[in-house]
């Protein structure tokens, strides 16, 4: 419902790279390998997997671009080593069948386009793959190893699943590798892991706050409000919908929420509702980059209620950190106060009309003939974002001055 971290950290954290570091630079990536099936096996799999990819540790999630519309992009969540999330948003844009699959990140800083081809062999079927995009200069070495890496594992992973066994060795497209070696996917797994945890390597600043509003409206009425689905579209508009959703490795749902950026791209990100029983509601962020979590608390009061709002998390060290929570609470201050007016002013979220207007919350009943969202492998989709901390640059003449940011990336 919250996600307060993704609207704080951008206006908090102001880092500038040095000016050759500026310019965009190309990213392109490729990979291909050989499949010892018919390429219509290959195809199926890839538009209708028949289970859980890479162990789990890939789900993807169709989301609206309104919280009634039709599924829009499709989210890939990675699920990490340390049980926290990396998230993507991306779009089929072309599907030819059996050969042809073109994909396109629709958030991070600069597009990506991801191209998957399949050609028959006398052996079988090569599936081939090319990312290619512009990334930010102190990026791109980071973004390559990663996005070449995650690339080889899909692929891998996708030979694996087909073929009915490990690979193993440094697989290429003219074989399997050496028998009884470590399997390939594992190894680069672990290589991923391992550039995951370098670019989250700076130090981190914990943060906490609380901010509180009183309200004439009872307890009761604001309850409501506040668990209303979509009230979160109106306290922030740029939160276009939240979709419930189950990821595999946790033991309750997720809200996945579709965020509207600058320049019309789109974000995600996920929370999970840890407790909610009056007077008190807990939600984590799983796609902060540490342990975060918002608690709102009810209280009634002679005449109304007050509403309480704390926030704890973390922060890049650096200038950014220096201003404590002021940025903090201005945000809570804001929101607290967008849901103030919407609470006495009796305003309510629309309801839905294929739900015959009942009760916010109420799931549309499924239309008769309607067929099911087509939800393809994370193998066709762009990898998830990566935070690529931007190199901190003193310009000339300003020794005393440290200006910090932090860019998400599509990688």
């Not at 189950?246 to 809200?255: D, N, R, S, T």
């Not at 965020?259 to 789109?266: D, I, K, L, N, V």
């Amino acid at each position: 419902m919250r996600n307060l971290l993704r609207g704080l950290v951008g206006d908090q954290l102001l880092r500038r790279p040095a000016p050759e570091q500026r310019q965009g630079q190309p990213l392109d990536v490729h990979h291909r390998v050989l499949i010892s099936c018919e390429r219509m096996a290959v195809w199926d799999e890839l538009l209708t997997p028949s289970g859980p990819f890479l162990g789990e540790e890939l789900t993807v999630v169709p989301v609206p671009e309104s919280q009634h519309g039709p599924p829009a992009a499709l989210a890939v969540l990675w699920r990490r080593g340390n049980g926290r999330l990396r998230a993507g948003l991306g779009q089929i844009v072309a599907a030819e069948p059996p050969g042809l699959v073109v994909s396109r990140a629709v958030d991070g800083s600069s597009p990506m386009t991801l191209t998957t081809s399949l050609e028959d062999t006398d052996e079988g079927c090569i599936v081939d793959q090319r990312l290619s995009g512009i990334t930010p200069g102190h990026a791109i070495d980071l973004r390559s190893a990663f996005a070449l890496m995650w690339l080889q594992r899909g692929l891998i992973g996708l030979k694996e699943r087909l073929e009915g066994g490990p690979v193993t060795g440094q697989a290429t497209a003219a074989g399997a590798g050496t028998v009884g070696a470590e399997p390939y996917s594992a190894r680069l797994g672990a290589e991923i892991a391992a550039i995951d945890a370098e670019v989250a390597g700076p130090a981190l600043v914990p943060i906490a706050h609380d901010e509180a509003i009183e309200l004439a409206v009872p307890p009761d009425v604001l309850w409501d409000l506040i668990l209303d689905p979509g009230v979160e579209a109106l306290v922030r508009p740029h939160t276009l919908s939240v979709t419930r959703a189950m990821v595999p490795g946790l033991p309750a749902e997720v809200h996945v929420a579709l965020h509207q950026g600058e320049a019309g791209r789109r974000s995600v990100t996920v929370s999970q509702l840890m407790e909610q029983a009056r007077p008190r509601i807990v939600e984590r962020s799983l796609t902060s980059e540490v342990e975060s979590a918002v608690v709102t608390r009810i209280e009634p009061t002679s005449w109304g209620s007050r509403l309480t709002e704390s926030l704890v998390g973390s922060l890049p060290a650096g200038a950014g950190s220096l201003s404590g929570a002021g940025p903090a609470a201005a945000f809570l201050r804001a929101r607290l106060e967008a849901i103030r007016r919407l609470a006495e002013a009796g305003i309510q979220p629309q309801r839905d009309p294929r739900t015959g207007f009942l009760p916010p919350g109420t799931e549309p009943p499924p239309a008769p003939h309607a067929p099911p969202v087509p939800v393809p492998s994370a193998v066709l989709l762009p990898p998830p974002q990566l935070p690529i901390v931007v190199p901190e640059h003193r310009p000339q003449g300003n020794t005393n001055v440290v200006e910090t940011f932090v860019t998400w990336v599509s990688l």
